[in-house]
T-cell receptor
Framework: DADVTQTPRNRITKTGKRIMLECSQT?????MYWYRQDPGLGLRLIYY???????NKGEISDGYSVSRQAQAKFSLSLESAIPNQTALYFC???????????????FGPGTRLTVL | GQSLEQPSEVTAVEGAIVQINCTYQ??????LSWYQQHDGGAPTFLSY????GLEETGRFSSFLSRSDSYGYLLLQELQMKDSASYFC?????????FGKGTMLLVSP
C-alpha cells in the first residue's frame, strides 16, 4: 500500500464550487505539505503543517484553506474554485530525523483538478 | 528574494553522461536536494547535499558549492527510463523551495 495517498485522483468542477482534496499518510511523519504544480512553474507551496496544532501559509495560500484533522490527515479546500486553480496538486510528508536532509519529502500521487 | 535557476530542457543519448546545473539565491540555506518526476507522476527524492562536494548514489551524483551558490546533478550511463523532469530544491528555515525543473529527454 502507498505511504501517502490522495483522494480524489482526478476532479472536474465548476467555478464557484467548494472543493476538498484529502491526503492521508501511514509514514508516521509529523510534517505535511500541500503543493500545486503548473506546467513550467515547478512545485509551489500552498500550506504546511508541522503537527496537528501547527498550520502555516506557504508561497501561494490565497484562495485555499487547510485542515489537519490528525497526524495522518491533511486536507486542502478551495472555498470557491476559479479556473486559474486548475492544476496538479500534491501532498507530501517529511521527517527531519530521517537522515536524508531535514526537509526530504515524500509525495503522494497527486490530484488533477480542473475548474471550468 | 529566493530563487533557483536551472535549464528548462536537456537532451542526451542512451549511455551518455549529462549534467543538470542549478544556481540559487537565498538568505537562509541548509542544503540542496534533487527530485525526479516522471510525466504526471509523484516527485521522488534523489539526493541531498548539506556540505560542499560530491555525493554519489549509483549512477547519479550531486555536487554542491555553497560559496558559488551552485550545484549540479550528474547522471551517468543514461537509460531511456531516465527521461523525466529533475528539480533542484533548497532547504530553507523550514520548507523546500523548488526550481522550475529541467526536462531530460534521452534518445536511443
Amino acid at each position: 500500500d502507498a505511504d501517502v495517498t490522495q483522494t480524489p485522483r482526478n476532479r472536474i468542477t465548476k467555478t464557484g464550487k467548494r472543493i476538498m482534496l484529502e491526503c492521508s499518510q501511514t509514514k508516521g511523519h509529523d510534517r505535511m505539505y500541500w503543493y500545486r504544480q503548473d506546467p513550467g512553474l515547478g512545485l509551489r507551496l500552498i500550506y504546511y503543517s508541522f503537527d496537528v496544532k501547527d498550520i502555516n501559509k506557504g508561497e501561494i495560500s490565497d484562495g485555499y484553506s487547510v485542515s489537519r484533522q490528525a497526524q495522518a490527515k491533511f486536507s486542502l479546500s478551495l472555498e470557491s474554485a476559479i479556473p486559474n486553480q486548475t492544476a496538479l496538486y500534491f501532498c507530501a510528508t517529511s521527517d527531519p530525523s530521517s537522515g536524508q536532509g531535514p526537509d526530504t519529502q515524500y509525495f503522494g500521487p497527486g490530484t488533477r483538478l480542473t475548474v471550468l | 528574494g529566493q530563487s533557483l535557476e536551472q535549464p528548462s530542457e536537456v537532451t542526451a543519448v542512451e549511455g551518455a553522461i549529462v549534467q543538470i546545473n542549478c544556481t540559487y539565491q537565498t538568505s537562509g540555506f541548509y542544503g540542496l536536494s534533487w527530485y525526479q518526476q516522471h510525466d504526471g507522476g509523484a516527485p521522488t527524492f534523489l539526493s541531498y547535499n548539506a556540505l560542499d562536494g560530491l555525493e554519489e548514489t549509483g549512477r547519479f551524483s550531486s555536487f554542491l558549492s555553497r560559496s558559488d551558490s551552485y550545484g549540479y546533478l550528474l547522471l551517468q550511463e543514461l537509460q531511456m527510463k531516465d527521461s523525466a523532469s529533475y528539480f533542484c530544491a533548497f532547504s530553507g528555515y523550514s520548507t523546500l523551495t523548488f526550481g522550475k525543473g529541467t526536462m531530460l529527454l534521452v534518445s536511443p
